[in-house]
Nanobody, 130 residues
Framework: VQLQASGGGLVQPGGSLRLSCAAS????????IAWFRQAPGKEREGVAC????????RYADSVKGRFTISRDNARDTVYLQMDSLIPGDTAIYYC????????????????????????WGQGTLVTVSS
């Protein structure tokens, strides 16, 4: 089971990036997928989540209206479209799946997220700076 995040880079404030999460070793369409981020000196936090059927999406308040999560099960890929980026979005971004098929998006934003989502790959660095 592997989830590989990519697409990060350096972008100016107000710019956009699209992150990709490539899945392998399991059936992507059976699991919820969430994006997390960890800024320097801060705890990892949940950013967005999409249910297995894409019928349910959730966002952290800090990114609501700016980020869009989507999935293409046929391509085994989940995306995070990030628009109107601000310096506060600078972080390493990770994607992870629910550890069980029954885990949807209920727990991605809680402090115990690590009990419900994984595995954790290398992540991809997003830097928002002028």
């Amino acid at each position: 089971v592997q989830l590989q995040a990519s697409g990060g880079g350096l972008v100016q404030p107000g710019g956009s990036l699209r992150l990709s999460c490539a899945a392998s070793g399991f059936s992507l369409d059976e699991y919820a997928i969430a994006w997390f981020r960890q800024a320097p000196g801060k705890e990892r936090e949940g950013v967005a989540c999409v249910s297995s059927t894409a019928g349910n999406t959730r966002y952290a308040d800090s990114v609501k209206g700016r980020f869009t999560i989507s999935r293409d099960n046929a391509r085994d890929t989940v995306y995070l479209q990030m628009d109107s980026l601000i310096p506060g979005d600078t972080a390493i971004y990770y994607c992870a799946k629910g550890l069980r098929r029954s885990i949807g998006c209920t727990y991605y934003s809680g402090s115990s997220y690590y009990r419900y989502y994984g595995p954790w790959g290398q992540g991809t660095l997003v830097t928002v700076s002028s």
